[in-house]
Nanobody, 121 residues
Framework: QVDLVESGGGLVQAGGSLRLSCAAS????????VGWFRQAPGKEREFVGA????????YYSDSVKGRFTISRFNTLNTVYLQMNSLKPEDTAVYYC??????????????WGLGTQVTVSA
């Protein structure tokens, strides 16, 4: 069982940056791949990126590649999503999720409740 809590969302101007955090409970957090997803109003949930359990491997969607970076500190049970060069189309509720499988872009087992990110033009 892994419980996930996102934080760090807010309102930012286009071109700005935000860092989201995903704090996990559970002693086996370092066994899980952690992914980030987002859902804009009226749209389906979209995969953003993910990081392997060790933190050595990451992969991203084309829409955020080069602008977003995922990192993790297993000693702190925390994963970060650094978002730079934000665009209004990045506005969404952002979720972190955890799963023991690597390479997934959907179907994660555990989910947080999300944090709102709003990018103004």
């Amino acid at each position: 069982q892994v419980d996930l809590v996102e934080s760090g969302g807010g309102l930012v101007q286009a071109g700005g940056s935000l860092r989201l955090s995903c704090a996990a409970s559970g002693r086996t957090f370092d066994l899980y791949t952690v992914g980030w997803f987002r859902q804009a109003p009226g749209k389906e949930r979209e995969f953003v990126g993910a990081i392997s359990e060790s933190g050595y491997s990451t992969y991203y969607s084309d829409s955020v590649k080069g602008r977003f970076t995922i990192s993790r500190f297993n000693t702190l049970n925390t994963v970060y999503l650094q978002m730079n060069s934000l665009k209004p189309e990045d506005t969404a509720v952002y979720y972190c999720a955890a799963d023991m499988s690597y390479g997934l872009r959907a179907g994660y087992e555990y989910w947080g409740l999300g944090t709102q990110v709003t990018v103004s033009a």
